[in-house]
């Protein structure tokens, strides 16, 4: 090796070097894709984990939602409940009102009544006296 110039030595030993190096940067090639590739699976089971609490906000939100609007349609059947009891009382307050005009009139008759029976009698015992 002696009679091969240093130029060629360091030829030879770079591309010693080069074969050497290729199957090992391949291999640095192929732990650094695994290393992507897991890292990738992390934040892809990050992202899945990320989609199901948002997935139970928003289950949340919805349940919120139907309890608030079936609250708001118990309210309202309430308030028609309430207004109907209104009405019905209202009518009851009118017929008790009716009676009373109606037992005031008969009283109001019964004494026309009596007066004339009265008068009718007074009439009969005048002419009583007179005779």
Not at 76 to 95: S, T, Y
């Amino acid at each position: 090796m002696q009679a091969v110039p240093a130029v060629t030595q360091t030829v030879l030993g770079s591309a010693s070097a080069t074969v050497v190096a290729a199957p090992l940067m391949r291999a640095v090639a192929v732990v650094a894709a695994v290393v992507v590739t897991q890292q990738e699976v992390r934040r892809a089971e990050e992202l899945m984990v990320a989609l199901k609490m948002q997935q139970a906000v928003v289950a949340a939100a919805a349940l919120q939602l139907q309890r608030a609007a079936m609250a708001a349609a118990l309210k309202a059947k309430q308030v028609v409940v309430a207004a109907a009891l209104n009405i019905w009382q209202a009518m009851a307050a009118a017929l008790k009102m009716q009676q009373a005009v109606v037992a005031a009139a008969a009283l109001q008759v019964q004494r026309a009544a009596v007066a004339a029976a009265l008068k009718a009698k007074q009439v009969v015992v005048a002419a009583a006296l007179k005779m």
